[in-house]
């Protein structure tokens, strides 16, 4: 019995020291990584001081040229949208721009299944974060979308785990480029062979930690004076208005700008500037821009 103690303690100090070198190893290559997503991430969350923002999902990444946005408004501008998250990343990697520099302009471009309806489980949204966790507000924020998290983050190895490959390719010979000031443009045109028929059943029930942080976003901004913009940008499909009424609402309350380009006749099934039906192409990225640009001044919203 004596001995098999023994033997546990020694697993768990060697397990221990292997997750402490580890933890280093990886620290030290993210810290150090300026290409691809990860060193893309560094930016945004070290590094990002341009006077206009565009958080949101993939469909902020690919469709908001910075370009021309900065070119049209005289501002500087980066797109700090990410594949696959919403509000819950964003609102972290605004509190981390915050901490250093007060951005003019905030566009967040809605999805609502990453945004604002139940479905999904929110602690994915927290794993570009893991490695900042010991960040200012960061560790509240983890706690608030799961208190199990704290105790999962004492390990180093866990703050790394789903992204092992990745950071070390980033290291060493990054497969992607961090895009054009965050922008990454898609060169593609849609194939229409492979449009799926299937329909997905509608869901509008509203997630209210998700909401919660759109408030939460919403308030920051407000506090410190920058005009935040929430836009729905094209679908080929088009999209059903009623998967966004909650996010519409809270703008009427808050009167904050509400741009919506989802059902819009110039691009709905014009294959021209799809990648797919969900996201536009580079083609449809910049004539985007372009419009959005000009709803933004038809409004009085910039000059």
């Given at each position: ?27 030290y ?6 290409g691809g997503?990860?060193?893309?991430n560094?930016?945004?969350?070290n ?11 993939s ?18 501008c ?15 990697r ?37 490695a ?20 999962k ?5 866990y703050?790394y785990n789903?992204?092992f490959?990745?950071?070390i ?11 054009i ?31 919660s ?36 609402d ?54």
């Amino acid at each position: 019995m004596k001995k098999f103690i023994i033997n546990v303690v020694v697993f768990f100090l060697l397990l221990s020291v292997v997750d402490g070198f580890a933890g280093i190893v990886f620290s030290y290559l993210i810290e150090n990584t300026r290409g691809g997503d990860n060193g893309r991430n560094n930016y945004i969350c070290n590094e990002a001081n341009e006077d206009i923002l565009v958080f949101g999902s993939s469909r902020a990444f690919h469709h908001y040229n910075p370009l021309i946005l900065s070119d049209s408004l005289g501002l500087s501008c980066y797109n700090c949208g990410q594949d696959a998250n919403g509000i819950i990343l964003s609102y972290a990697r605004y509190q981390l721009i915050c901490q250093r520099n007060q951005p003019k302009m905030l566009i967040y471009d809605v999805n609502p299944d990453f945004d604002l309806l139940e479905g999904d489980d929110n602690r994915k949204y927290l794993g570009w974060l893991k490695a900042y966790y010991d960040k200012k507000g960061i560790h509240e924020l983890f706690n608030s979308v799961d208190d199990i998290e704290r105790y999962k983050m004492i390990s180093q190895m866990y703050r790394y785990n789903s992204r092992f490959v990745q950071i070390i390719s980033d290291y060493i010979h990054p497969l992607q480029s961090n895009g054009i000031m965050g922008f990454r443009p898609i060169n593609k045109e849609m194939d229409t062979m492979r449009i799926s028929k299937k329909t997905r059943p509608k869901r509008y029930t509203v997630d209210s930690l998700k909401v919660s942080f759109i408030e939460k976003f919403i308030d920051d901004s407000s506090r410190k004076n920058t005009k935040v913009i929430f836009c729905v940008s094209p679908n080929w499909y088009g999209m059903d208005t009623l998967s966004f009424k909650s996010i519409r609402d809270i703008c009427l309350v808050h009167q904050i700008p509400f741009i919506d380009f989802s059902n819009n006749p110039k691009y709905v099934h014009h294959n021209v500037f799809f990648k797919d039906p969900t996201h536009l192409n580079a083609k449809g990225a910049d004539e985007f821009t372009r419009d959005f640009i000009v709803e933004l001044k038809k409004r009085g919203i910039v000059n």
